[in-house]
C-alpha cells in the first residue's frame, strides 16, 4: 500500500534532480536538497531555499525570503543577501548590513537579519519576531516598524497571561537584538 498527499506544513516539496559530482550520473532527491519551489494555498508561489542561513514565507502575501552571508562578511563588515520573491511573484535580491539596522525602525526582514546576526535561529527566537510582526499588523515583510517597542508590548502581554517561560525567553532576545545594536552604534 503506497502512502500518498503526505505534506510539509501545507507544502507539498518536488522532487528535484541533482547531479552527482563524482560520477556525473543524476539521481533524484526530495525534501533537504538544492531549492525548493512550492505552492501554497490560494496558488500563492513562493521560493525556500535549504542552503539559506533563514528562510522563511507568508502563505498570504506570497511572498519569500532567504538569507544568506555576502560573499565579503564579517564580524567587522556584517552584509547579508535577501533573495526571494516579492508580494507579486517577483523575484528580489536586498543587500542588508546588520551593523545599520535600528529595531526602533525596520522591516520584518532586517529583524530577521538581526536574529541571524545574533544567533537567533531557533524557532522560538523566529516566533516572537512573529508575534510582533503580528501584533503590529504589518502586510508586508517589507514594511517599516517599531519592532522593538511592539516586541516589549508583546513581552507584556506573556507577563499578563503568566507565560513566564516566554515572557523571559522574549526579554532575551530583546536584550539580544539592544546589545548588538547598541555595539554596532558605538
Same mark, same amino acid.
Given at each position: 500500500?503506497?502512502?500518498?498527499?503526505?505534506?510539509?506544513?501545507?507544502?507539498?516539496?518536488?522532487?528535484?534532480?541533482?547531479?552527482?559530482?563524482?560520477?556525473?550520473?543524476?539521481?533524484?532527491?526530495?525534501?533537504?536538497?538544492?531549492?525548493?519551489?512550492?505552492?501554497?494555498?490560494?496558488?500563492?508561489?513562493?521560493?525556500?531555499?535549504? !542552503?539559506?542561513?533563514?528562510?522563511?514565507?507568508?502563505?498570504?502575501?506570497?511572498?519569500?525570503?532567504?538569507?544568506?552571508?555576502?560573499?565579503?562578511?564579517?564580524?567587522?563588515?556584517?552584509?547579508?543577501?535577501?533573495?526571494?520573491?516579492?508580494?507579486?511573484?517577483?523575484?528580489?535580491?536586498?543587500?542588508?548590513?546588520?551593523?545599520?539596522?535600528?529595531?526602533? =525602525?525596520?522591516?520584518?526582514?532586517?529583524?530577521?537579519?538581526?536574529?541571524?546576526?545574533?544567533?537567533?535561529? %531557533?524557532?522560538?527566537?523566529?516566533?516572537?519576531?512573529?508575534?510582533?510582526? !503580528?501584533?503590529?499588523?504589518?502586510?508586508?515583510?517589507?514594511?517599516?516598524?517599531?519592532?522593538?517597542?511592539?516586541?516589549?508590548?508583546?513581552?507584556? !502581554?506573556?507577563?499578563?497571561?503568566?507565560?513566564?517561560?516566554?515572557?523571559?525567553?522574549?526579554?532575551?532576545?530583546? !536584550?539580544?537584538?539592544? =546589545?548588538?545594536?547598541?555595539?554596532?552604534? %558605538?
Amino acid at each position: 500500500m503506497a502512502i500518498t498527499g503526505i505534506t510539509f506544513g501545507g507544502i507539498t516539496p518536488p522532487s528535484q534532480t541533482v547531479q552527482n559530482k563524482n560520477t556525473g550520473q543524476t539521481k533524484e532527491t526530495g525534501f533537504g536538497n538544492g531549492v525548493m519551489k512550492c505552492v501554497r494555498a490560494g496558488n500563492q508561489e513562493v521560493l525556500l531555499c535549504s !542552503d539559506a542561513l533563514m528562510s522563511y514565507a507568508s502563505p498570504q502575501t506570497g511572498e519569500s525570503v532567504n538569507i544568506y552571508r555576502a560573499e565579503n562578511y564579517s564580524k567587522e563588515n556584517p552584509i547579508y543577501i535577501l533573495k526571494g520573491l516579492d508580494a507579486s511573484g517577483n523575484p528580489f535580491e536586498q543587500e542588508v548590513d546588520a551593523g545599520k539596522i535600528n529595531p526602533n =525602525r525596520c522591516s520584518f526582514n532586517e529583524l530577521m537579519v538581526l536574529n541571524v546576526e545574533t544567533g537567533h535561529t %531557533s524557532p522560538g527566537d523566529y516566533l516572537h519576531a512573529v508575534a510582533a510582526r !503580528d501584533k503590529a499588523g504589518a502586510r508586508s515583510y517589507f514594511e517599516r516598524m517599531d519592532y522593538l517597542s511592539i516586541a516589549k508590548q508583546v513581552m507584556e !502581554d506573556m507577563k499578563t497571561i503568566g507565560s513566564w517561560d516566554n515572557y523571559l525567553s522574549c526579554g532575551k532576545w530583546i !536584550d539580544s537584538i539592544l =546589545r548588538y545594536c547598541s555595539k554596532s552604534a %558605538s
